[in-house]
Structure formats: structure tokens, C-alpha cells
């Protein structure tokens, strides 16, 4: 006998509201009825393009890529600004931002294929050595088994020690094989010679997109032979693609009638039309083999106007968010070499420099604007700061004197041994630590609320340097002796201080907030330009983040906030504009069910 819910089909939910869109339910599919709007509702999935960190060199073609959307790596490529041309460059993905990986690809080159994941990935052919292959295993890389035959700008699919690679050129060839992690084995040709197409899937199901000649068609491989499927409906060569065989998706490239944009999903037997990428572009390198299917992917570099971009991916319910600034409330006083400590929504900044006078003005800010309030007893610019907007320490600046601010005004108190000008300022009022300066390049002192005592010394004395953390677990970073900007890092215990990983781009006099083990560093100086080039840092290694809006220098060395939720504010060239940083974030966005 038919039970209710097979007559009936399942029960709709009677909600006076939406369904959370964290919750547990949260779901393509997922429907009921809102009875304060009237409304049958639902999550349905889209595609959606999002915008990533910037990849950290520009100009940069033909990259291998490997990997998942939030732990993939960039192999090799090619610099049409260079005379080298090709490059071993290594860098890493995870998830927010781009890395350098010191270990380079054993030979420089380019037009390579990639496959497998960030610790177990390869990369063959190229115009490095053509018939060479190598092995990535999450640090470095190693020589693998030699090509049969020696090709560039092929394609495939697979995993380290189950590969695929058919296609490329020179001659244009239709040749495929199979490797076992350690050798290649002869397998059958595609129908049709190509080089430049795209690839993705697996050993033992792997498309071949489009490539030379154009247009080219679509073939699938199923271990054992190609065979010809339903052709992609805007052929081209040099685009990108990821996903299975039954579930890819295919983008950017040049077409007949140029480079495009636009974006197909494959579904095993037929293409459909999905969401064009932000731009055109084409010798993008893309995540290629994505065994979760079409999901989420996502491609960076290449030619047009995408040769720095980094986009994300999603076929889903969930509208991704990527890291990013926006504009807050101006400062009442623009002005450089001031000081900004405190939360994103409870910031202080005090002192400056407007030209041609030091500055004693402090400005309260609540998330939204700032509002002057008493100002410092000596007029002062490169000062350093520590604490929360009630309870903070101005700390020397030209010239060199302490002060402590109470939430409504400033004291005097006992002055550092030595100026710390142009130094880091991390921790509260009762533990605050300084680090570098001009005069005490090399020092660090410690702050109990009432005294001052000495710290251990920074391993490279510098100044303009940025800071975050606490007085036990504290980062100095950048900074400057003269002639050069540094990219250093430090980290310190509570008494010593150790050199960890450098960033991505040496600069000075950039902002700095968050903790030891979760830091922003914004902006600053590179002794050639200023740059709003922005990294985070996880407690290992430096990322590029979302970059600022305004390109800055000298707004404190230290921000406010954490790497979720920050701020910086003022700078030089004098500014007033104060930038808020908020961490990637998702929601899911309900919609109606029409009937009509």
C-alpha cells in the first residue's frame, strides 16, 4: 500500500521567514513557503565568477597549474616582457592568497601541462626541456620518467602516478601516453592533432577541448581510446577548463572571433552557456582535474586583460565574497606619519605631520566616522602606538616623548630610554612592546604601564617598520635601513626574536595588524613607488591578500583590528581616506519559485 509521502510527495516547511542561510539545511533544493511575504522560496545554485588576491608577478602566460581551489600551485610560465622569456618560477595558493615557494621547477619553461594536487602534482612538456617531466611533493620538485615524445602546449588529465598527456607541438602531433608515476607508456592517438587545447579529468576519462587548429573539436578518452563527442559550441585554442569528463567547464581562449570571455558547461553529453568570466583572456593557467567535478575551480594569469587577476569559481547556492577593502569615514585632519591603533569599530590615530607642522590632533573613530577629541600634549609625527582606544600610549615621534590616553585625554609619563621613532608599537597599555626605530634600529623595549625595560634586540635593525601581535608574541615587519626596502619578518617570544619567512614584496612604512600567527601587511613604500599591494601572514608564510584602494606610506606601522576585520587610515601622499579590510565570507540567497 502507497504511503502519504509517496502520494503526496514530501511535506513543504511553513516559515514566517527564510530559511538561515548557514544552517545545516542550507542546500540546493531546499524549499519552503514564507508565509510573511506569500511566497514559495528555495536556494537554487548559480554560476558565479568572484574576484582573488592578485597573483604576485604580472605578465605572466602559459603556467602549469595543479591542485584544488584552496591549496594549488603555479608552475613555470612565460614573461613576454623579459628577455629570458621563460621562468621557473614556484608559487602557492590557499584559498586567499598567493605565496612563494623558494624551490624552482627544475628547468625554466613554458607551454607545460599540469596535474594532481599540491602535494602531489606534475608537469610535463613545455619549452624548457620538452620531453622532461617533473614531480612536486608539497616543498620541491624532482625529475620524473622522459616523454616518448618531446612536445609544448599539450594537455591532459590524471594525477602524479596516473597521468594523461595527449596533444602539443612542434610538429602538431595527435600522440598520447600514460604514466605510472615513475615511466611513459604509448597509448592511442586522438582523432585530430591539436596543440593548445584543454584538458581535464582523469587516466581514464579526459576531454581534449578545442586547441590548433581552430576550430577543433571535443574528444573524450576512456583508458583506452578517443573518441569524438558533441563539438564545443564557440571552438578556440589556449583557453582553460577543469572538472571530470561528465562535468567540466570550459572558458576565455581565442576564437574566430578573437579572445573571449565567455564560459560552457559540459555535462557528458551536450554544452550549455554559463556565467562569462569578469574579462577576456586566454593562456590562463587553471585548476585542470578537479575529481569533486565542476564545483568549484578557478584560473589566474595569462593574456588580455586578466595577466595579474586571480578568479574563483562556484556552482552553488552560496554567493562567495572574496577578501576585500571599502571605504570608511575620513579622518577630520588628512595627514601622514601619524599612528592608527585599536579595532576596525574603536580606532585611535593621533599625531602627523602635515607639511610644514608636527601635529597634536587625535580623532576617535566607531566604525563608521571620526570625531576629534583632545589633543596630545606635544605636537609629534612618526610616532609609534599601542592599545585600545581607551587606554593607549603614544610613544616618542619627533620629538621624543610618552604619553598615555585614558579615552578622553592624554598624560605624560615616563619617556622610552631611547626614541623609537618610526619604530613598530604592538600590544595594550600595561604590556606594550616597540621594535626598530631610527635611533634604536636594533632594539626593543617593553612597557608595564608604568616602566620601561629592554628586550631583546631585532636580528636586522631597520625602521619604518610595521608590527602586530602582543608583547609575548609579537611580528616585526619590512622596514628600511636606507638604501634599500627589506622584506623581513621577525617573530618574537617575550625575549627573543627569530627571522621567519619574508614577504612576497620588500617595502617600508606599510601598516600592520592582526596577531603574530595572523597578520595584514598593507601598503607601504618600495624605494621605487608606493604600492597597494596588501599580504597576510598565517604564522609560516606571507600571502597576497586583496590590495588597497589607495596607493599609501607612513600611516603608523601599525593598523587597528585583526585580518578579519581591520583598518588603516591616512597616509602619505596626504590623505585622509580610511580603508576598512573584511575577510572572505559567503550566503546563500533565497529566491521565488514562479509558476507562470
Not at 612536445?151 to 610538429?171: E, S
Not at 576512456?222 to 577548463?241: C, K, Q, R
Not at 612618526?382 to 587606554?391: E, K, V, W, Y
Amino acid at each position: 500500500m502507497a504511503t502519504y509521502r509517496e502520494i503526496k510527495g514530501l511535506e513543504v516547511p511553513y516559515l514566517d521567514a527564510d530559511l538561515p542561510s548557514a544552517s545545516a539545511s542550507t542546500e540546493a533544493g531546499s524549499v519552503w513557503y514564507n508565509s510573511t511575504t506569500g511566497k514559495l522560496r528555495a536556494f537554487v545554485s548559480y554560476d558565479t565568477w568572484a574576484s582573488g588576491a592578485d597573483f604576485i608577478t604580472n605578465d605572466l602566460e602559459r603556467i602549469a597549474g595543479f591542485g584544488t581551489q584552496t591549496a594549488c600551485v603555479s608552475a613555470g610560465g612565460y614573461d613576454p616582457a623579459s628577455p629570458a622569456g621563460a621562468r621557473n618560477y614556484t608559487y602557492e595558493y590557499n584559498g586567499s592568497g598567493w605565496s612563494t615557494n623558494p624551490n624552482v621547477v627544475t628547468t625554466a619553461g613554458y607551454g607545460y601541462w599540469g596535474t594532481g594536487t599540491s602535494t602531489a602534482g606534475l608537469i610535463w612538456g613545455g619549452n624548457g626541456d620538452q620531453d622532461e617531466a617533473n614531480e612536486f611533493n608539497g616543498t620541491s620538485w624532482t625529475e620524473g620518467g622522459d616523454l616518448n615524445t618531446a612536445r609544448t602546449y599539450g594537455c591532459g588529465g590524471g594525477t602524479q602516478t596516473a597521468g594523461l598527456a595527449t596533444g602539443g607541438t612542434p610538429p602538431r602531433t595527435a600522440d598520447s601516453e600514460e604514466y605510472n608515476g615513475s615511466s611513459w607508456t604509448e597509448a592511442n592517438n586522438l582523432n585530430n592533432a591539436r596543440d593548445s587545447a584543454a584538458g581535464t579529468g582523469t587516466q581514464t576519462a579526459c576531454l581534449a577541448i578545442g586547441g590548433n587548429p581552430v576550430p577543433t573539436g571535443v574528444e573524450v578518452y576512456d583508458g583506452t581510446s578517443w573518441t569524438e563527442v558533441t563539438d564545443h559550441p564557440a571552438p578556440g585554442a589556449v583557453g582553460g577548463s577543469f572538472g571530470i569528463s561528465t562535468a567540466a567547464l570550459y572558458y576565455g581562449g581565442e576564437g574566430a572571433g578573437g579572445t573571449v570571455a565567455e564560459a560552457w558547461m559540459y555535462d557528458g553529453s551536450a554544452w550549455t552557456a554559463s556565467t562569462d568570466m569578469p574579462y577576456a583572456s586566454y593562456a590562463m593557467a587553471s585548476i585542470n582535474s578537479a575529481p569533486g567535478g565542476v564545483g568549484s575551480g578557478m584560473t589566474w594569469a595569462g593574456s588580455g586583460a586578466g595577466n595579474k587577476n586571480t578568479i574563483e569559481f562556484q556552482k552553488s547556492i552560496l554567493t562567495f565574497t572574496p577578501a576585500s577593502w571599502a571605504s570608511g569615514g575620513n579622518l577630520n585632519t588628512g595627514r601622514g606619519q601619524h599612528f592608527v591603533n585599536g579595532t576596525q569599530t574603536a580606532a585611535l590615530a593621533a599625531g602627523g605631520y602635515v607639511s610644514p607642522n608636527a601635529q597634536d590632533v587625535s580623532e576617535e573613530y566607531d566604525g563608521s566616522s571620526w570625531t576629534e577629541g583632545n589633543d596630545l600634549n606635544t605636537a609629534r609625527y612618526d610616532p609609534l602606538g599601542f592599545g585600545i582606544q581607551t587606554a593607549m600610549v603614544a610613544v616618542s615621534g619627533t620629538p621624543g616623548k610618552t604619553e598615555e590616553y585614558n579615552g578622553t585625554s592624554w598624560t605624560e609619563v615616563t619617556n622610552i630610554p631611547t626614541s623609537a621613532s618610526q619604530g613598530a608599537g604592538t600590544g595594550i597599555l600595561t604590556a606594550g612592546l616597540t621594535a626598530g626605530g631610527v635611533s634604536n634600529a636594533a632594539e626593543s623595549f617593553e612597557y608595564d604601564g608604568t616602566n620601561w625595560t629592554a628586550g631583546g634586540n631585532l636580528n636586522t635593525g631597520r625602521y619604518h617598520v610595521a608590527g602586530a601581535g602582543t608583547q609575548t608574541a609579537s611580528l616585526a615587519i619590512s622596514g628600511t635601513t636606507g638604501p634599500a626596502a627589506l622584506a623581513i619578518s621577525e617573530e618574537y617570544d617575550g625575549s627573543s626574536w627569530t627571522e621567519g619567512n619574508d614577504l612576497n614584496t620588500a617595502r617600508y612604512a606599510m601598516g600592520g595588524f592582526g596577531t603574530q600567527t595572523a597578520a595584514m601587511g598593507a601598503s607601504g613604500y618600495d624605494h621605487s613607488a608606493v604600492v597597494t599591494t596588501c599580504e597576510t601572514y598565517d604564522g609560516t608564510s606571507y600571502s597576497t591578500s586583496a590590495n588597497n584602494s589607495t596607493a599609501r606610506y607612513k600611516f603608523g606601522g601599525t593598523g587597528a583590528g585583526t585580518t578579519s576585520s581591520g583598518l588603516i587610515a591616512g597616509g602619505v601622499p596626504t590623505s585622509a581616506a580610511t580603508e576598512e579590510f573584511n575577510e572572505v565570507s559567503t550566503a546563500a540567497e533565497a529566491s521565488d519559485i514562479a509558476f507562470d
